[in-house]
Each structure stands twice: as C-alpha cells, then as structure tokens.
C-alpha cells in the first residue's frame, strides 16, 4: 500500500509540474510576442508600446548580467540586447515544451506502475480472501444428516377391498425408524439420537458424509422393499449441515428441521455452506446441485441438493 500511496504523489506531482510548465511556456510565448512587437514598433519609431518600456529596461538588465556589454558592441547599429531577450525566451519555450513533454512521458510510465502495483495488490488480496475464505468452509468440519419417515398405505383406504383389515401405518412407521436406527448404529465414529420423530447422525469428521448418506440410502432402500410387501409405501426425507465443532447440536437441528418440513422426496437437501464444504472433498459420491428457491424462517434460501453420480 505504501508503494501505492508514494506512485500517486509521483504521479500528482508530474501533473502538478507538467501544468506549471505549461503555465511558463505560455508566460515566454507571451513575452516573445509582445517583446517582438515593441522592437518592431521601435525601429519604425513608433510609441505605441510605450507602457512596455520599463518592462524593456529590465530584460535589457538581465541581458547585460548573463553577458555583459559583449552584445550591445557587437550590434550598436540595432537594440541588440532586446534581440538576444527575445531569442533566449525562445530558447525557453523551446525547452519548456521539451521539459513537458519528458514530464509527460514520465507521467505515463509512473501510472502504468501504478495500474501494475493496484494489480499486485489486488491479486495479493483476492488470494488472502480466498484463503480466508477457505479456513471458514475447512472449520466445517462436523456434518449432521436429519431423517425423517412417513408410511402410507400402498392402496387407499376408499380403495381397500372388503374383510381385508387395514393398515396401521403408525406402528409400521415405528417399526420402520427401529430398524433404521439398528442400521446406523453399526457405522462406526457416527452419532445416532433421536429429536421427535426425527433421527439424527452426526460425526466430527466430515470426510464421513458420503459414507453415511450411502449407508442411509441402503437401509431406507431395503426398508422400502421390504414394507411394499406388507402394502406400505416408506418414504423418507434428508437433510444434511455442516457446522463448526463448537456449535451445540439443538443449533444444528434447528436449521435442518425447516428443511425436513419442505418434504420434497428422498434427495438430500441442504444449504449454499454444505455445498461449499462438500465440493472440497476429493472423491464426492454425490453432485450438489440447486434444488430451488424456498422460504425458510421468512427468508428466500437457495436450497441444493445431492444426487448420487450414475
């Protein structure tokens, strides 16, 4: 940054000392005319500038301290020591232009290093950003996958043929979430508990995701199968978190419910900050992709979800 600051007040005083020297070479151009005139109107006789003779006085002075009384002898016949004035004004101007150009070459080559340093700087800062941004989603690192089931009838009940006694999908569904959690609770390093009549898996170890969504999948799949037998369709519905090891699993929880409740079949949902932790794994077995926009606590989400690769 300091680098930067010191190319902006280079660069400001190029500008500053090029507009000076342009504000001088108008000065001698100015001076060049209106002495150039008076020495006309003088040889001719003429008075018409006569305001200028003070002025004349004084470039004549200056004239006789760079050189004497050398001019004045070698040219008695004409005012030889306005003529030199005249000449060494033009001298002037001519190096005036020359000085403002160099400023502005020199002007142009500080503001391409400065283009150049904003660009270090700012590519300096992205990479900072980037990584900055890379701790955050890398301290993700414990996961929570919510489930959630549901049994209906494989035939309605208007549709049941009579003397065949109907279904109790409550004690199916009992049955349903025992057998599951049998089944979660072999995965090893995996949390199991039970929030109502949701079940929930959590880890420490969020490289582990992938293995308990498949484990998940293949217990739900089997139960599936197993009830349509019975006449029951088992649905089930998935939601995954990533959070921080210091957050308390009610906080967790109480992000994954609203996305329980949106009950949009069996893929798992989950939000834009699992997707970024879960992208970062080396072999994922799932894609995330936008399921859609939904309202969740009164504010519009962007909600994805996983689906295993074909």
């Not at 270090?120 to 929570?144: C, G, Q, R, W």
């Amino acid at each position: 940054m300091d680098s930067i600051k010191n190319l902006k007040r280079l660069k400001f005083l190029c500008k500053l000392f090029a507009n000076l020297t342009m504000f001088i070479q108008i000065l001698l151009i100015l001076s060049v005319l209106f002495f150039s005139v008076y020495c006309f109107l003088h040889l001719l006789g003429s008075n018409a500038f006569s305001f200028m003779d003070s002025m004349a006085l004084q470039a004549k002075s200056f004239i006789q301290m760079l050189f004497g009384n050398s001019i004045k002898a070698s040219l008695p016949n004409v005012d030889g020591e306005l003529v030199a004035f005249i000449v060494v004004n033009i001298i002037a101007v001519i190096l005036a232009v020359q000085l403002k150009m160099l400023l502005k070459t020199y002007g142009e080559e500080v503001d391409k290093k400065l283009v150049e340093e904003k660009a270090k700087v700012e590519v300096k800062f992205n990479k900072e950003l980037a990584d900055e941004l890379h701790k955050s989603i890398v301290s993700y690192s414990s996961f929570m996958l919510g489930c959630s089931f549901n049994v209906v009838p494989l035939i309605a009940e208007s549709m049941q043929v009579y003397g065949v006694e109907a279904i109790d999908t409550e004690k199916i569904k009992s049955e349903v979430v025992a057998k599951f959690l049998g089944a979660m609770k072999s995965l090893q390093g995996i949390s199991v508990s039970k929030e109502g009549n949701d079940i929930l898996m959590s880890s420490t170890n969020f490289d582990k995701v992938d293995l308990v969504i498949v484990a998940a999948l293949d217990a739900f799949n089997r139960l599936k199968k197993e009830y349509r037998e019975q006449k029951a369709v088992v649905k089930i519905r998935l939601a995954l978190e990533a959070y921080r090891p210091d957050t308390s699993l009610k906080t967790v929880y109480a992000s994954i419910k609203p996305l329980l409740d949106l009950n949009l079949g069996h893929e798992v949902l989950c939000y834009g900050n699992v997707k970024s932790r879960y992208d970062m794994l080396k072999n994922p077995t799932f894609t995330v992709s936008v399921k859609g926009k939904y309202d969740i606590h009164d504010n519009e989400e962007t909600i994805y979800s996983l689906v295993k690769k074909s």
